[in-house]
């Protein structure tokens, strides 16, 4: 239990990559603010399961990550239920495919919004408390696509190298007060989102499962394997400890090879 006693605040944590690492702090003794979106009833499930099963305390926040006030006032939740927020994870995302001269402005804007401006609002609430205590772990997801381009993802790929230099900035900023920022950049994580997407790609372009796994979704990773939530969760709990307090401003790669090419 080595985050016994610190407090963590992880967007998008209902399900997938943000859940596993919420799960993973509180195996490590943190308590736990939860936010994103899904059924009222399975979030509650969700949130008492974490408390009785790991023995921590949990809450949850319905911050929506596109107003700067309910962020702030998700840390704010966060300190006053905890006292503190030691460890804060920006994982919340979302996604959307189209030729740039299509791409809807909307859409832009909601993921420039959701992928990159929340960080940086919720980073800005935050730091203020983590200097006071002297020690802070700032962790950001990012992608592949913060490394590397994929066509028909311009906001995409453009929010997350956004994060990827709002990482290595905050990180210089706070560097002589214990403070540590860094960014994981996964490649394809199995989670229940990329799962639903395997029959439409099936029927629309004819395919098994299986091509669909090795040539469509996992063609750009070399191990031909998807990232599992739990190990990048388990490199966050990594990046929390004390044998990670030098690693500041990194941009950890977890993608089977893919950016080696």
Sequence with gaps: MTL????????????????????????????????????EAE?????????SEFGVKAV??????????????????????????????????????????????EKWDQIIAINLTSAFHAIRAAVPGMKARGWGRII???????????????AYVAAKHGIAGLTKTVALEVATHGITVNCISPGYVWTPLVERQIPDTMKARGLTKEQ????????????????????VAGLAVFLCSDAASQMSGANLSMDGGWTAK
Excluded: C, W
């Design 60 to 105: 949850y926040s319905p911050a929506n990550m596109l107003k700067a006030d309910e962020i702030e006032e998700m840390v704010r939740l966060g300190e006053r239920t905890f006292g503190s927020v030691d460890i804060l994870v920006n994982n919340a995302g979302i996604q959307f495919v189209s030729p740039v001269e299509d791409f809807p402005v």
């Design 140 to 154: 950001n997801t990012a992608s592949a696509h913060s490394l590397v381009a994929s066509p028909f993802k311009s």
């Design 43 to 51: 979030i509650e499930k969700t949130r008492a399961g974490i408390e």
């Design 212 to 231: 669909v796994i090795n040539d469509v979704l996992l063609e750009a990773q070399p191990t031909k394997q998807f990232v599992t939530v739990d190990q």
């Design 4 to 39: 016994t006693s610190k407090a963590a605040v992880i967007t998008g944590s209902t399900s997938g990559i943000g859940l596993a690492i919420a799960r993973a702090l509180a195996k490590e003794g943190a308590n736990i603010v939860l936010n994103g979106l899904g059924d």
